[in-house]
């Protein structure tokens, strides 16, 4: 299996400021298509996870612009620009290019 | 609305069988495949297995292939995750979700179901 691991897993953030989440995995996740199968996802308290990034760079319907999903074969990083409050929870990324897909552990992001 | 409408919780002894359901509304269920994530109390995400109703073509995840059973009736857009002995290790939010797009195309899981919790105890 393809083993999927976060940084760091706790994430305290002040409203306002930027925060940055990394990926890796332990193979690469780009296809010879030129895709990458990195997707990240955010689960808020209480509630499902919601989808924000696919193929590591592409926002989901309805996610604002100030989160961006960057990187490439095995190093992913999600970067919101100004974080705020309703941005707390805890952050996933997965692997769809390998069966099974796999997620990371987890970020939590909480603030300050 | 597009969405997953999953059945209630559930509270069972260990030994005992269970089937829980996911039901597709606002697109054709056919078409997309159907996976089920697995969330033990407190922790993070596992990927179960996937479906694709059309043809019943299922894809289980190595640590859960044996421990439980997937199905679909696309006649009802409905989907199922099933066991045949319950466990106390298998208390644990269980998400239906919705995977967009067919390889080379992917959109993402842009569909998740409100989970059901299945706890598990004598």
């Known amino acids: 299996d393809i083993v999927m691991t976060q940084s760091p897993l706790s994430l305290p953030v002040t409203p306002g400021e930027p925060a940055s989440i990394s990926c890796r995995s332990s193979?690469?996740?780009?296809?010879?298509?030129?895709?990458?199968?990195l997707d990240w996802y955010l689960q808020k308290p209480g509630q499902s996870p919601q989808l924000l990034i696919y193929?590591?760079?592409n926002r989901a319907s309805g996610v604002p612009d100030r989160f961006r999903g960057i990187g490439s074969g095995t190093d992913f990083t999600l970067k919101i620009s100004r974080v705020e409050a309703g941005d707390v929870g805890v952050y996933y990324c997965m692997q769809s290019l390998q069966s099974p897909t796999t997620f990371g552990p987890g970020t939590k992001v909480d603030i300050k | 609305e597009v969405q997953l409408v999953q059945s209630g919780a559930e509270v069972k002894k260990p030994g005992e069988s269970l089937k829980i359901s996911c039901r597709g509304s606002?697109?054709?269920?056919?078409?997309?495949?159907i996976g089920w994530v697995r969330q033990l109390p407190g922790k993070g995400l596992e990927w179960m297995g996937i479906?694709?109703?059309?043809?019943?073509?299922?894809i289980y995840s190595p640590s859960f292939q044996g421990q439980v059973t997937i199905s679909a009736d696309k006649s009802i857009s409905t989907a199922y995750l099933q066991w045949s002995s319950l466990k106390a290790s298998d208390t644990a939010m269980y998400y239906c979700?919705?995977?967009?797009?067919?390889?080379?195309?992917?959109?993402?899981?842009?569909?998740w179901g409100p989970g059901t919790t299945v706890t598990v105890s004598s």
């Open positions: 193979q690469s996740l780009l296809d010879s298509n030129g895709y990458n199968y």
């Open positions: 193929l590591g760079s």
């Open positions: 979700v919705r995977r967009s797009g067919s390889y080379p195309h992917y959109y993402g899981i842009d569909v």
């Open positions: 479906i694709y109703p059309g043809d019943s073509d299922i």
């Open positions: 606002g697109y054709s269920f056919s078409n997309y495949w």
